[in-house]
């Protein structure tokens, strides 16, 4: 009894130190992301740009769409109009209307713009807003944070989940998707 309770104690603690070191702080600002993790994409599917082309200019929104989905493995997400999987930054404060992700950061994870009101599918519009990024974009806000996509993502993939533990794919209603997160780096 009391040899099992050691073992226990000592496998608590080894995973306690080992959350502890993955979640140690890391460069703000990481150019890299893990392997690309895709997986097909869920309905609704984004039309190929040859399809549902509208009638005639005034018939063409100018918001950019977004689009809760549930993939197989990430769960829930949301996507863009071109089937980028959208992330949220947890160095970005909700409360104030600014992106803390500005010049290289800005480069390796695109900030979601829009030209007029977002239009969504699946997602509560009172949470979708857009703040005045300091070159003059509106980024596309949701429940208060920025959107933002990897880069050099192909549609549907959630390549930087997790990435420096600060990226995380959202879910539909701000919040961040855990799902699919890095295995810790020894």
Not at 37 to 55: H, K
Not at 67 to 86: F, N, P, S
């Amino acid at each position: 009894m009391r040899r099992s309770r050691l073992t226990m104690l000592v496998v608590i603690a080894a995973l306690v130190v080992g959350a502890a070191m993955w979640w140690q702080a890391a460069d703000p600002v990481s150019r890299t992301a893990s392997a690309p993790v895709t997986e097909a994409l869920p309905s609704p599917r984004v039309p190929s740009p040859g399809t549902a082309r509208p009638s005639s200019p005034a018939d063409t929104p100018s918001g950019t769409r977004l689009t809760a989905v549930y993939m197989t493995r990430m769960g829930q997400a949301i996507l863009d109009e071109t089937g980028a999987v959208l992330f949220r930054y947890e160095r970005d404060n909700p409360h104030k209307a600014r992106s803390a992700c500005l010049g290289d950061c800005a480069v390796v994870w695109t900030p979601v713009t829009t030209t007029g009101t977002p239009l969504v599918t699946g997602i509560d519009p009172a949470l979708v807003d857009t703040i005045k990024r300091p070159e003059g974009a509106e980024q596309v806000t949701l429940a208060g944070r920025p959107l933002y996509k990897f880069a050099n993502a192909r549609p549907g993939e959630w390549t930087g989940q997790g990435t420096d533990h600060l990226w995380f794919v959202v879910k539909p209603d701000g919040q961040r998707n855990l799902n699919c997160l890095p295995a810790p780096v020894q």
